[in-house]
T-cell receptor, first 111, second 116 residues
Framework: QQPVQSPQAVILREGEDAVINCSSSKALYSVHWYRQKHGEAPVFLMILLKGGEQKGHEKISASFNEKKQQSSLYLTASQLSYSGTYFCGTYGRDSSYKLIFGSGTRLLVRP | DTAVSQTPKYLVTQMGNDKSIKCEQNLGHDTMYWYKQDSKKFLKIMFSYNNKELIINETVPNRFSPKSPDKAHLNLHINSLELGDSAVYFC???????????????FGPGTRLLVL
């Protein structure tokens, strides 16, 4: 099942903060976050593993609540370069060896 | 020194034609994927290969046939193209399928397919 992301879209002024949420109905092993700019490929941001280990971006933080099967991405002091569509990808504990991506959250940072 | 490359970048073709998209990665990864991103930006896995072996084959029409001549290359051939095949197709790779839950996937630049 596809994870649900919220909000679908958000508009910020430069310097403001944002939180993007990702929720799954399946038990998860890990959550992956990617950012895609218009006309470009998705770019890896972060992996959150069960047990709390994080791998990824220094300036972006995230959390993973295994029990609730939810993850949140925190974008603080947003910059113009943060604009794009953010996808969470969930990796289930059913050993299906595939990422299932959410429908994306469009973020626009204005000057 | 592009990590994951795809050709062509754009593909415009008529309904009913057959076309191929090529993907190459120079990261030394064992696993490669094909994803389809539709007009609503929904990114959905189609296939994955690990060391030339087909591992994931989602419910994709038989008109789509992946081929992996070696672990650095994964091609996608599409027969009898339909209007609904119009999308962006991304190739991706990761180090190891069996630990893919904690592996970064690196995406190619995408192939924008338009079927007229």
């Amino acid at each position: 099942q596809q994870p649900v992301q919220s909000p679908q879209a958000v508009i910020l002024r430069e310097g403001e903060d944002a939180v993007i949420n990702c929720s799954s109905s399946k038990a998860l092993y890990s959550v992956h976050w990617y950012r895609q700019k218009h006309g470009e490929a998705p770019v890896f941001l972060m992996i959150l593993l069960k047990g709390g280990e994080q791998k990824g971006h220094e300036k972006i933080s995230a959390s993973f609540n295994e029990k609730k099967q939810q993850s949140s991405l925190y974008l603080t002091a947003s910059q113009l370069s943060y604009s794009g569509t953010y996808f969470c990808g969930t990796y289930g504990r059913d050993s299906s060896y595939k990422l299932i991506f959410g429908s994306g959250t469009r973020l626009l940072v204005r000057p | 020194d592009t990590a994951v490359s795809q050709t062509p970048k754009y593909l415009v073709t008529q309904m009913g034609n057959d076309k191929s998209i090529k993907c190459e990665q120079n990261l030394g990864h064992d696993t490669m994927y094909w994803y389809k991103q539709d007009s609503k930006k929904f990114l959905k896995i189609m296939f994955s290969y690990n060391n030339k072996e087909l591992i994931i084959n989602e419910t994709v029409p038989n008109r789509f046939s992946p081929k992996s001549p070696d672990k650095a290359h994964l091609n996608l051939h599409i027969n009898s193209l339909e209007l609904g095949d119009s999308a962006v197709y991304f190739c991706a790779s990761s180090q190891d399928l069996w630990d893919s839950g904690q592996e970064t996937q690196y995406f190619g630049p995408g192939t924008r397919l338009l079927v007229l």
